[in-house]
T-cell receptor, first 111, second 115 residues
Framework: SQQGEEDPQALSIQEGENATMNCSYK?????LQWYRQNSGRGLVHLIL?????REKHSGRLRVTLDTSKKSSSLLITASRAADTASYFC???????????FGSGTRLLVRP | KAGVTQTPRYLIKTRGQQVTLSCSPI?????VSWYQQTPGQGLQFLFE???????NKGNFPGRFSGRQFSNSRSEMNVSTLELGDSALYLC??????????????FGEGSRLTVL
């Protein structure tokens, strides 16, 4: 089962523009994470935000979390062609030793 | 520090055969998780091991099994392969011992094709 659903499924932008991806989830969480996957490769961790945090920054990444709406957003500023990848949100289910991944957003950054 | 290593990277099997995939976690990581990724179902949790104990298992048939060795290396096995088992199988390791899952470090995956 997938905890998170991401929106949009696909996003195409011009280099230099900002990209925003949204994630919604169903149950209460301890933390929410974002991962990136280049085509057919393994996932790379980008950022983790805890349930008691509302916003977090890492370089060109900004993540927000609204636990009342069970949603999160990932903003990539000043995008580059190298940012082209799929982006997944992932949540834990409380005490379950596992992450549940969303369906992902495919981002294409055009040079 | 070496990353998570998965072998083999690619393999082709036929229906009815079995397959064993291997994962070596990052040194010092005792938690190993396995995920199946397909275009239709996305990333699905298979199981998680910590210190040779399976702590959680996903909703997969009994044909899917795994184990972890004392050196934290892990293997997963799929018996009686079906066409639908074609997927990218991803292994991830973590430092976290408690129930609150932290950052996962993924390998490059083993791409299984079942003909």
């Amino acid at each position: 089962s997938q905890q998170g659903e991401e929106d949009p499924q696909a996003l195409s932008i011009q280099e230099g523009e900002n990209a925003t991806m949204n994630c919604s989830y169903k149950t209460s969480i301890n933390n929410l994470q974002w991962y990136r996957q280049n085509s057919g490769r393994g996932l790379v961790h980008l950022i983790l935000i805890r349930s008691n945090e509302r916003e977090k920054h890492s370089g060109r990444l900004r993540v927000t979390l609204d636990t009342s709406k069970k949603s999160s957003s990932l903003l990539i500023t000043a995008s580059r062609a190298a940012d082209t990848a799929s982006y997944f949100c992932a949540t834990d289910e409380g005490s379950s030793y596992k992450l549940i991944f969303g369906s992902g957003t495919r981002l294409l950054v055009r040079p | 520090k070496a990353g998570v290593t998965q072998t083999p990277r690619y393999l082709i099997k036929t229906r009815g055969q079995q397959v064993t995939l291997s994962c070596s976690p990052i040194s010092g990581h005792r938690s190993v998780s396995w995920y199946q990724q397909t275009p239709g179902q996305g990333l699905q949790f298979l199981f998680e091991y910590f210190s040779e104990t399976q702590r959680n298992k996903g909703n997969f048939p009994g044909r899917f099994s795994g184990r972890q060795f004392s050196n934290s290396r892990s293997e997963m096995n799929v018996s009686t392969l079906e066409l639908g088992d074609s997927a990218l199988y991803l292994c991830a390791s973590s430092l976290r011992a408690d129930k609150n899952t932290g950052e996962l470090f993924f390998g490059e995956g083993s791409r299984l094709t079942v003909l």
